[in-house]
T-cell receptor
Framework: KAGVTQTPRYLIKTRGQQVTLSCSPI?????VSWYQQTPGQGLQFLFE???????NKGNFPGRFSGRQFSNSRSEMNVSTLELGDSALYLC??????????????FGPGTRLLVL | GNSVTQMEGPVTLSEEAFLTINCTYT??????LFWYVQYPGEGLQLLLK?????DKGSNKGFEATYRKETTSFHLEKGSVQVSDSAVYFC??????????FGTGTKLQVIP
């Protein structure tokens, strides 16, 4: 069974630009969550999508947005990039139907560098 | 809000030493608890989990017991190997897929 895939793996952008990251979940999984990982703040929850609807949201500004398609693939967009957005962005998938005890499966991440 | 506190690293151990990584949590309800591991250059992998009080999660020689009375979920392994070198994250979840992570503890095992 193929794992969670994320594209691209590495990205370099400049301040003010926007970026779109993509995540393909494990086949059969309908929930996709996004996390930001930085040395200073650690791992922080961005949002979760289930069946094309945002079901949970973390405490990030509106510059961070996402969407999910009917095949469960998800994209995350960051507009007006700031230096502090440099991070590893992780995507995780799960079935999304068994509550908080459900295991999430993580992709390898997209490393974004903002110059 | 929810929070997870785990011991600062890095932790350096000799091969075959006993490992303990402390983790305590604050939650408004009754969360599920997890330990994830991140190897260099990779995403997170679930190591073990526990979903109710006194549950013991175990995997690959690692164990952790859900202690509601002390709000703790300490990770232990009796004999570490060089291949266990990684960053370990304690985490909790109270709602669908919204996971709160600790800051991570880097473990380095030397031969």
């Amino acid at each position: 069974k193929a794992g969670v895939t994320q594209t691209p793996r590495y990205l370099i952008k400049t301040r003010g630009q926007q970026v779109t990251l993509s995540c393909s979940p494990i086949s059969g999984h309908r929930s996709v969550s996004w996390y930001q990982q930085t040395p200073g703040q650690g791992l922080q929850f961005l949002f979760e999508y289930f069946s094309e609807t945002q079901r949970n949201k973390g405490n990030f500004p509106g510059r961070f947005s996402g969407r999910q398609f009917s095949n469960s693939r998800s994209e995350m967009n960051v507009s007006t990039l700031e230096l502090g957005d440099s991070a590893l962005y992780l995507c995780a998938s799960s079935f999304g139907t068994s509550g908080p005890q459900e295991t999430q499966y993580f992709g390898p991440g997209t490393r974004l560098l903002v110059l | 809000g929810n929070s997870v506190t785990q011991m600062e690293g890095p932790v350096t151990l000799s091969e075959e030493a006993f490992l303990t990584i402390n983790c305590t949590y604050t939650a408004t309800g009754y969360p599920s608890l997890f330990w994830y591991v991140q190897y260099p250059g990779e995403g997170l992998q679930l190591l073990l989990k526990a979903t109710k009080a006194d549950d013991k999660g175990s995997n690959k020689g690692f164990e952790a017991t859900y202690r509601k009375e002390t709000t703790s979920f300490h990770l232990e392994k009796g004999s570490v190997q060089v291949s266990d070198s990684a960053v370990y994250f304690c985490a909790l979840s109270e709602s669908y897929q919204k996971v709160t992570f600790g800051t991570g503890t880097k473990l380095q095992v030397i031969p």
